[in-house]
């Protein structure tokens, strides 16, 4: 058990739709990055947030956005959804400012988009 | 900016060979490399690292890395494969980005099939 939390395990929903992906980091641990896992792209990052401030942003589409809350959690919203979107979504957590520690990945929600 | 490459999609081994997948790197300062596995439907997890110190270095499962500075590669070995080892594997590098927060970067996986 990594301590990263990821909720829900999968999520089916038609395209067009809205749906949140919900992510708690490590005890203690600030950074949240988010991936997105699809078969032909590999890892791709998404976004980092740290303490509730975003701090980088990758190949993230307009229609997704993320926020950090103050308790640390952090939220993955997917809007218009496409067909294209169906993959594994990813959230990791690290101890900020270290750069010498790994980070620590939940399960995944794996999204189907129908 | 910094990158990560894998160079092989798939290595297969025979069961009790040893095994290598390959990794090289660039960054623009000294590097902060990991080594992650990913089962079947289930998350990253963690391998080993490279800081500073010896170029071999050893983690999880029996698996080692070897860090090459002239090469700029990092390396994942195990002198004997087991079938349990069969799985994606992913290089990572650590770095830190203008304004001085991290940025990781992983590659782009390589699987591992072992052969009974």
């Known amino acids: 058990d990594s301590g990263v939390t990821q909720t829900p395990k999968h999520l089916i929903t038609a395209t067009g739709q809205r749906v949140t992906l919900r992510c708690s980091p490590r005890s203690g641990d600030l950074s949240v990055y988010w991936y997105q896992q699809s078969l032909d792209q590999g890892l791709q990052f998404l976004i980092q947030?740290?303490?509730?401030?975003?701090?980088a942003k990758g190949n993230i589409l307009e229609r997704f956005s993320a926020q950090q809350f103050p308790d640390l959690h952090s939220e993955l919203n997917l809007s218009s959804l496409e067909l294209g979107d169906s993959a594994l979504y990813f959230c990791?957590?690290?101890?900020?400012?270290?750069?010498?520690?790994?980070?620590?990945f939940g399960q995944g929600t794996r999204l189907t988009v129908v | 900016a910094q990158s990560v490459a894998q160079p092989e999609d798939q290595v297969n081994v025979a069961e009790g060979n040893p095994l290598t997948v390959k990794c090289t790197y660039s960054v623009s300062g000294n590097p902060y490399l990991f080594w992650y596995v990913q089962y079947p439907n289930r998350g990253l997890q963690f391998l080993l690292k490279y800081i500073t110190g010896d170029n071999l270095v050893k983690g999880s499962y029996g698996f080692e890395a070897e860090f090459n500075k002239s090469q700029t590669s990092f390396h994942l070995k195990k002198p004997s494969a087991l079938v349990s080892d069969s799985a994606l594997y992913f290089c990572?590098?650590?770095?830190?980005?203008?304004?001085?927060?991290?940025?990781?970067?992983f590659g782009t996986g390589t699987k591992l099939q072992v052969i009974p």
């Open positions: 990572a590098v650590r770095d830190l980005e203008g304004g001085g927060y991290q940025k990781v970067t």
């Open positions: 990791a957590s690290s101890l900020e400012g270290q750069l010498n520690t790994e980070a620590f």
């Open positions: 947030y740290y303490n509730g401030e975003e701090r």
